[in-house]
C-alpha cells in the first residue's frame, strides 16, 4: 500500500518456493499455529475497524475465543501484534496481486496488467481480507517504529506498480509524459481511501472496480492515433 515515501530499487524476487509445493507435502499447522493465527485473524478484525488507539486485548481475545494472557504467550505485547498484522496485510495483497497477473494469458497486454491489479487490489482490500484493510486504515496511526517491518513489504508492492506503469508506458499504452511516480501514488492512494469511503449498499464492487479501471484508461492511458 502506498502511504508514503517509497520509491527506488528493483523489485524483488517473488519468494514462495514452499508455498508452491503440494498440500500433502505440508506439515499439519500444530494447535499452537492455530490458535496463533485465530489470534492474529482477531486482531485483523478488531484493528480494521477499531483503528490502533481502540483496539484492546480483551477485544481481542473475546474475538478470538481465548483468554486475554493466552495472547502473551505468541505475541509480546499489543504493539508486536498489530505490529505483524500490519505486515501480514501488506504482504498479502502483494502476493495477491502477484498471483493474479502471473496467471494471466502470457498475451495479456501492458495495459491489461494494469487493470487486472486494479481489480485484484480492489477485490483484497474490500472484500477479502480484514489484514489488508486493517494496514491501510491504520499506516497513519500506529508509532512509526510499527512501521518498519510492513513499510518494507509496501516499498516491495510500490515497485511492482511502478513496473507495471513503466511497462505500459513503453508499450504505448500510457501517455508518454506521464509522471509514472506521481500516478503510481495517485492511483494507490485512491484505491487504498476506498476503504474508507465504499459502501456496497450503494454501489457493487463491481461498480467500483469498472470505474476505477475507466479512470486508468483515460486518465491514463495514451490518446488514440489521430486519423
Known amino acids: 500500500m502506498e502511504r508514503a515515501r517509497v520509491d527506488a530499487g528493483d523489485a524483488p524476487e517473488v519468494r514462495g518456493a514452499a508455498a508452491s509445493a503440494p498440500d500433502a507435502a505440508k506439515p499439519a499447522p500444530t494447535k499452537s499455529a492455530r490458535t496463533r493465527e485465530r489470534i492474529l485473524d482477531a486482531a485483523a478484525h ?10 484492546r486485548l480483551a477485544d481481542v481475545a ?3 475465543g481465548v483468554q486475554a494472557p ?4 505468541h505475541f509480546a505485547s499489543r504493539d508486536e501484534l498489530i505490529e505483524e498484522v500490519m505486515w501480514v496485510g501488506a ?20 495495459l491489461e496488467r494494469i487493470l487486472k491489479a486494479v481489480e485484484e487490489h480492489l477485490r483484497y ?20 517504529e510499527l512501521r518498519a517491518k510492513s513499510a518494507a513489504e509496501e516499498a516491495a508492492y510500490a515497485r511492482l506498480w511502478r513496473d507495471l506503469l513503466i511497462a505500459a508506458q513503453e508499450a504505448g499504452q500510457l501517455r508518454a509524459d506521464l509522471d509514472v511516480t506521481v500516478s503510481r501514488f495517485l492511483l494507490l492512494g485512491a ?29 491514463l492511458g495514451a490518446p488514440p492515433p489521430v486519423e
Do not use: C, F
Not at 478488531?46 to 483496539?55: N, P
Open 62 to 64: 473475546a474475538h478470538a
Open 70 to 73: 493466552a495472547i502473551y504467550y
Open 125 to 144: 482490500e474490500l472484500a477479502i481480507s480484514d489484514y489488508t484493510t486493517a494496514s491501510i486504515r491504520n499506516a497513519n496511526q500506529v508509532p512509526e
Open 46 to 55: 478488531v484493528l480494521s475497524r477499531k483503528g490502533y488507539a481502540g483496539t
Open 191 to 219: 484505491m487504498n481511501w476506498a476503504a474508507e469511503w465504499w459502501n456496497p449498499r450503494h454501489r457493487t464492487l463491481e461498480d467500483l472496480v469498472a470505474a476505477t479501471q475507466e479512470l486508468v484508461r483515460h486518465g
Open 91 to 110: 504482504a498479502r495483497v502483494h502476493a495477491h496481486v502477484v498471483a493474479e497477473l502471473d496467471a494471466l494469458p502470457t498475451e495479456a497486454t501492458p
